[in-house]
């Protein structure tokens, strides 16, 4: 999710302040005859909307029904919603787009409400994936704006209780995506909520309170939506991950992929249940995914081990040097130098692991040796830093001996005086 | 008292009493508790000679480089506590100081001067001089310390 | 020990003058110890002491470095242990002087239960080593916290809900412990006063009145000694039984300062108050076998809450071992009490048992 919104609620503010003051005296001379008779409706067809409206963004805008759906608020009873006067009733699912677009492609017209807010929506969605079923096959089972921004009880990406909240976005495309009977007629799988809920994304956004980690419209976009493609599956991950998407792309992978159709980063990570990247992933062993094409004979499955095997060795010697001197430490040493020095250690093991994506073991083993004389320098260190026991020991045995000798001198001197 | 009647009975009877003489025992007793007396002293006074680095560094550190030696445009790399730290000499001339530890993977960040801010060679993070991620994986800012300068020292710290 | 010499002896005759040197030596030349088998529990209240004193001294060291507050509690004692020098020495000493002290305050009392050296007309001094001892756990639950790592403040959280269950007054009284609705900083600084200020000057206090009663009595020969025709003989206190109290004293200082060396005390992480508890979480050794028994309470006995009757069964026990002297009227009568014997048998195999249960058990069950 690129963040806008703490600009655009600033905006916001301002602009609901300015409409705020400009509604409050055009309501003075009228009262909303739409909601006064809607809200008290039992039918929830009629009442309901009128009801949940007032949560909606555009209600604290100051936009009433009238503003959609045309008609003279003004009026009380049936003449309110004359056609004649623009009154539209329910939109079928083909108007809608060009419903909301009225206000929302119009740039004069957002910019009183938040200019920031961008007005090439219904545009995009005329090329993604629904838009074009709509529009071609008249496929009225696609999402149209009112699928994932509920219509009259639309709220900001930024409110938490919002569908298109970073927290809810996956449920709200997974309302239709994970349903099996919905999608029964496209044959794609219905199962991406559920991997997407496994991966390290998913994980980030919740556990680890960061909004930012990608969720759905991230890689697929959102009014736009569509599958991102296989030739350029790395641009969309490259957007993050860019040190590893150039990586790639200069490696010889990024050709053969092309060639034989593999989808780039996708190939080894997978799409919806992206892992986090573990050691085991490198390699011809368990849980690794270079065996998927290459062997141990071959120079591809030589390669893989050759790299798996470096980074093992960075991370036994960091693992090792850490571990000597949190000894030192707890035994009260002075070595915070010495850990200090020993994240550059850390700082090569994750560059290390970057340079994987160029499959050249070499442009590896150059992070890697930069990484094991760090750590050699901090386990040095660390050594030392035990040897001081050795003077503790040495002044232990100096201490100990004077105190035994005390004690030999009081025992005859006892022995003297009971004589 | 057993009568022993052989010369070296006798001598081994004066080097027991020679051992169990006053004097003796006086001497070993007043050299070690005399011993004693200083292990004790000595270290109970060393602790009490004030150490090199005056203050717990846990909520400040003073730099070991001077302002002067921090060009506009540059930053340093400082040890805080045992993590890292980075000083930044803006264009202007302000000094800022933060985390050197991005908050990605720990990797240490560097001050770009050509794109006048810190950055992280990792994987492509770019933070502006008040912490805030701009660009890339970080998922969140770089903690920004407090720098103040007395004189020719600088004392950057932690927290309100 | 009078000198013999010229201004040596000045000097004493004008000490002698001023202080009563004389008196005070006839005084001490007055002294003895009764010699028998039981002897050497004898010299249990001295060691106690002399690590007393050795907690005096290391503690008013380590106020030179500390500060008493959440954020730099914790940092100090780090800076303490890394950039002072000797710093590890002293608090390592500190450490261990404070557990060996409690250890030997346990066997003394013990010992002294064991030989109703209590009875008339030595009450008094039992209720004042009854009065020190819960000083000393005092002493050991608040310093606990000082170092403000991750271990001691989870203990001390679940150490103060203890009196949370107190029936009416518990939720003031919890407020009261911890200078708050929490374990924070307010608590640390609670603690803090309790532990260098409150706690010495009461133990001072209380050791004066303990140590006078001991002179005032001299030491209790013991039941089965006595009706065995009394003590063989006696020591002079001063210097005899003095100069192998020293011996003890010097022991018990090797002793420290190889543990301090080997051992050295730890501090771990820094607490984080919003952190969940880590698993494993344990108190001193000498706190461990309530703190396991409470954990092995049902959580209701009866009507009861669980944890409620065992606090209020450990402060009976604790009661009943204070007012020991006043129940126990056979043994001032010179009769022997076998039930008090089988009690303390029994007290010492259960916190043996629930120590032993509270290292080895998973921490998960």
């Known amino acids: 999710m690129q963040w806008t919104w703490n600009r655009g609620l600033i905006l916001v503010v301002v602009a609901v302040t300015w409409t705020g003051a400009v509604r409050a005296q055009e309501q003075e001379a009228e009262v909303d005859n739409c909601r006064v008779c809607h809200s008290v409706l039992d039918d929830e067809r009629l009442g309901g909307p009128a009801r949940a409206f007032t949560g909606d963004i555009h209600a604290a805008r100051g936009l009433g029904c009238a503003d959609c759906h045309g008609g003279d608020r003004t009026l009380a009873g049936f003449e309110g919603m004359d056609p004649a006067k623009g009154f539209v009733g329910r939109p079928g699912k083909l108007q809608v787009a060009t419903f909301c677009g009225r206000c929302h492609s119009d740039a004069a017209f957002m910019r009183q409400f938040n200019p920031s807010l961008r007005v090439d929506q219904v545009a995009e969605y005329s090329t993604s994936v629904h838009g074009r079923r709509l529009a071609e096959l008249g496929d009225t089972a696609v999402a149209v704006c009112t699928s994932c921004h509920p219509a009259h009880a639309i709220k900001p990406p930024s409110d938490a209780a919002s569908s298109v909240h970073p927290l809810n976005v996956a449920e709200t495309c997974g309302a239709c995506h994970a349903d099996a009977e919905h999608m029964a007629g496209y044959q794609i799988p219905t199962n991406q909520l559920e991997r997407y809920r496994r991966s390290v994304h998913w994980a980030m956004m919740t556990d680890g309170g960061d909004l930012s980690a990608p969720t759905c419209n991230d890689c697929h976009g959102n009014h736009g939506a569509a599958p991102p493609g296989f030739s350029w599956v790395g641009n969309v991950c490259g957007q993050c991950h860019s040190v590893i998407a150039d990586h790639f792309a200069q490696s010889r992978h990024a050709k053969t992929f092309a060639l034989l159709g593999n989808p780039g980063c996708a190939t080894c990570h997978g799409n919806h249940e992206i892992l986090r990247a573990r050691p085991e992933l490198l390699g011809l062993g368990e849980g690794a995914v270079c065996g998927q094409c290459h062997v141990a004979q071959d120079a591809g499955g030589t390669t893989a081990t050759t790299m798996r095997g470096r980074l093992d060795s960075l991370r036994a010697a960091y693992g090792g040097a850490d571990s000597l001197l949190l000894r030192a430490e707890h035994a009260g040493m002075e070595v915070s130098q010495a850990r200090f020095e020993l994240q550059g250690a850390l700082n090569a093991l994750v560059q290390a692991r970057a340079a994987v994506h160029t499959f050249n073991p070499a442009r590896v083993a150059a992070y890697v040796d930069e990484g094991l004389d760090v750590t050699a320098a901090a386990h040095q260190k660390g050594v030392e830093a035990l040897g001081d026991l050795r003077f503790r020991r040495t002044g232990l045995g100096v201490s100990v001996t004077i105190i035994l000798a005390l004690i030999v001198g009081l025992v005859i001197k006892i022995r003297q005086a009971e004589r | ?160 | ?365």
């Open chain 2, 1 to 160: 008292m057993e009568q022993s009647g052989s010369a070296s009975g006798q001598s081994r009877r004066r080097f027991i009493d020679w051992l169990m003489s006053r004097t003796l025992t006086t001497w070993l007793l007043s050299t070690s508790a005399g011993g004693l007396l200083l292990a004790v002293v000595y270290p109970a006074g060393r602790y009490l000679v004030p150490p090199a680095a005056g203050e717990s560094a846990a909520t400040s550190v003073t730099l070991p480089f001077t302002p002067d030696e921090v060009a506009p445009n540059e930053g340093k790399i400082f040890k805080f506590g045992s993590r890292p730290g980075i000083l930044v000499r803006t264009t202007t001339g302000e000094l800022r100081a933060m985390s050197a530890a991005c908050t990605h993977l720990g990797c240490i960040v560097q001050y770009r001067p050509d794109i006048h801010h810190v950055w992280c060679a990792c994987h492509n993070g770019h933070f502006d001089l008040n912490g805030r991620v701009l660009q890339g994986p970080p998922p969140e800012p770089l903690e920004v310390y407090t720098v103040n300068v007395r004189e020719d020292q600088i004392v950057v710290s932690r927290g309100s």
């Open chain 3, 1 to 365: 020990m009078v000198a013999e010499r010229g201004w040596l002896k000045e000097l004493y005759e004008w000490l002698d003058d001023r202080l009563g040197l004389a008196a005070m030596g006839a005084l001490a030349k007055k002294k003895d110890v009764p010699v028998h088998r039981h002897t050497i529990w004898y010299y249990l209240g001295g060691m106690t002491l002399f690590l007393f004193v050795v907690q005096i001294a290391t503690g008013i060291l380590l106020l030179f470095y500390y500060r008493p507050s959440s954020d730099e509690a914790y940092e100090s004692v780090q800076f303490l242990m890394a950039e002072v020098e000797f710093g590890w020495l002293v608090r390592s000493i500190h450490h261990w002087a404070a557990n060996l002290m409690i250890f030997t305050l346990f066997i003394h009392m013990f010992s002294v239960l064991w030989l109703r050296a209590y009875r008339a007309p030595r009450e008094v001094t039992w209720f004042s080593g009854a009065g020190l001892l819960g000083l000393a756990l005092a002493f050991g639950f608040t310093g606990y916290l000082l170092p403000w790592n991750e271990l001691s403040y989870f203990a001390t959280r679940v150490g103060t809900e203890i009196v949370g269950v107190v029936p009416l007054a518990g939720e003031f009284l919890l407020r009261v412990a911890r200078g708050g609705e929490d374990v924070t900083g307010a608590t640390l600084t609670r603690f803090y006063a309790f532990h260098i200020a409150v706690l010495p000057a009461t133990s001072v206090a209380l050791l004066g009145v303990h140590l006078f009663m001991v002179q005032k009595h001299g030491m209790s020969v013991p039941l089965d000694v006595e009706r065995q025709g009394g003590a063989g003989g006696t020591m002079p206190f001063f210097p005899n039984f003095l100069l192998r109290d020293l011996v003890g004293w010097l022991t018990a200082l090797a002793v420290l300062a190889a543990l301090a060396a080997f051992f050295p005390a730890e501090l771990g992480v820094k607490a984080d108050q919003f952190a969940p508890a880590p698993v494993g979480i344990k108190p001193e050794w000498y706190f461990m076998f309530m703190f396991q028994t409470l954990k092995y309470l049902p959580a209701h006995i009866l009507v009861l809450e669980g944890e409620l009757v065992g606090i209020f069964a450990f402060a009976v026990a604790g009661l009943l071992l204070v007012i020991v002297p006043v129940l126990d009227k056979r043994s001032d009568r010179g009769e022997g009490t076998p039930l008090i014997t089988w009690l303390v048998i029994a007290a010492i195999i259960y916190i043996i048992i629930l120590t032993y249960l509270g290292y080895t058990a998973s921490p998960t069950t």
